[in-house]
């Protein structure tokens, strides 16, 4: 069946924090925004019917998941990743970013050291310090290609030195479009195995792969490493579903997942959703064709990003990403100060982008954009760029 992602909506109006909040974000009304990770694309139809028929309904009220809702889960990682966790080791949550803020309140202490891998998704190092736990920042080293890696023996000096308790692991990594590979996990799991320190894995981008990139998840490597790791997921990225707040904690050890579980029902979070749980459902039993055309688009769209960047703007460089809808781009080639390189995105181009610092100091004089839109908006993005470098 085809798919229209090449459709432009209209998004104003609809409540949407990508859309609808620039004042409020100060930000102007024209620029195109390509920051969050929201994508412009409607949900399958799929989802879509499925919330239609609880609507009408018409009963909103309490609901509880069931083990047959855990297996669905646990069969769409099988089915995607290879990946088949006891359902009952599932647990639902509102979000990932709370559920891991719950698990580092959980599985750590007050002021115990938490690290993690800069330039990352910044809500990393803001629940850390949130949770009075100590930061860490691991920084990952780049070639001059733009290709990012983790340099192990920094790393393992910092878990040592810092007496780090837990990793919170990016996989794929947002924002350098890292995949990561089994030779570079089976690493890292090894160091954290040897100095007792628990990964929580995010997984939220792993159904974002391209070309022969594999998303291979953390726990599924070995009997140690599920054990000695948390895993998050969601439906949210893939299927666009954010606003319906209905995420997957996996935890395989009997200790860390209820200590995890009280820890987020003694936050007062109870039940899932029964619009979220819906959802859920229908994403991953019902719409496996629509993320495999969707990823296909997408990596169209990356494409196209990364050759109109070298053949238009090559004082631009791009890291080739190999997942994630969150193109890395590095904007030092112009030598601008940070003020100018902000004046020049927002004031002429008309973007509204992240900028690179936002996700650690080592992020300075990139920006990371969303190509998970039609390619019409892309290219008035890439045009509005180019017309004013
Ligand atoms: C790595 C990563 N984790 C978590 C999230 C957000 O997850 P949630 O909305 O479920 O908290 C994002 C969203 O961009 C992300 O990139």
New binding site residues.
């Given amino acids: 069946m085809g798919y229209d992602f090449d459709k432009v909506y209209d998004r104003r109006g609809t409540n949407s924090l990508k859309w609808d909040f620039a004042k409020e974000r100060h930000h102007s009304e024209d620029e195109i925004p390509l920051w969050?990770?929201d994508m412009d694309f409607k949900a399958p139809d799929a989802i879509i019917k499925a919330l239609h028929e609880a609507a009408e309904r018409g009963f909103f009220g309490y609901t509880q998941d069931k083990r047959e809702d855990r297996e669905i889960v646990s069969e769409w990682l099988y089915r995607r990743h290879g990946y088949r966790p006891d359902p009952d080791e599932i647990l639902f949550a509102p979000?990932?970013?709370?559920a891991l803020t719950m698990a580092v309140l959980a599985c750590t202490e007050l002021n115990n050291a938490v690290m993690i891998s800069e330039p990352v998704?910044y809500?990393f190092s803001s629940l850390v310090k949130d949770t009075k736990r100590r930061l860490v920042r691991n920084v990952l080293f780049h070639d001059e290609k733009g290709h990012y890696e983790i340099d192990f023996d920094s790393f393992e000096k910092q878990i040592k030195n810092n007496d780090v308790k837990a990793y919170i692991l990016?996989s794929p990594h947002?924002p350098v479009g890292r995949v990561w590979t089994l030779e570079e996990l089976t690493k890292l799991g090894e160091i954290c195995l040897r100095h007792g320190v628990i990964v929580f894995a995010?997984e939220?981008?792993a159904d974002f792969v391209y070309e022969d990139n594999k998303h291979i998840p953390f726990a599924a490597i070995s009997p140690e490493f599920e054990r000695g790791s948390v895993t998050?997921t969601?439906p949210?990225?893939t299927f666009n579903i954010?606003g319906l707040q209905i995420?997957e904690v996996i935890a395989h050890d009997k200790e860390i997942r209820n200590k995890i579980r009280s820890t987020t029902s003694g936050m007062g979070y109870a039940e899932v959703p029964v619009t979220g749980l819906a959802a859920m459902k229908a994403a991953y039993t019902e719409c496996d064709e629509w993320v495999d055309s969707l990823v296909a688009y997408i990596y169209g769209n990356v494409t196209y990003m990364e050759n109109y960047i070298k053949e238009r703007v090559p004082r631009l460089r791009m890291t080739h990403p190999e997942g994630t809808y969150?193109p890395w781009v590095d904007f030092m080639g112009l030598g601008l100060k940070k003020r100018d390189l902000e004046e020049l995105i927002r004031n002429k181009a008309k973007l509204w982008l992240d900028a690179g610092y936002i996700f650690g100091e080592s992020g300075e004089g990139f920006q990371r954009f969303n190509v998970a839109c039609p390619r019409a908006t892309l290219t008035s993005a890439m045009e509005r760029l180019t017309s004013n470098i």
């Fill in positions: 969050v990770a979000g990932v970013v709370f998704y809500p990016c947002n995010d939220i981008h998050f969601s949210s990225k954010a995420a969150l």
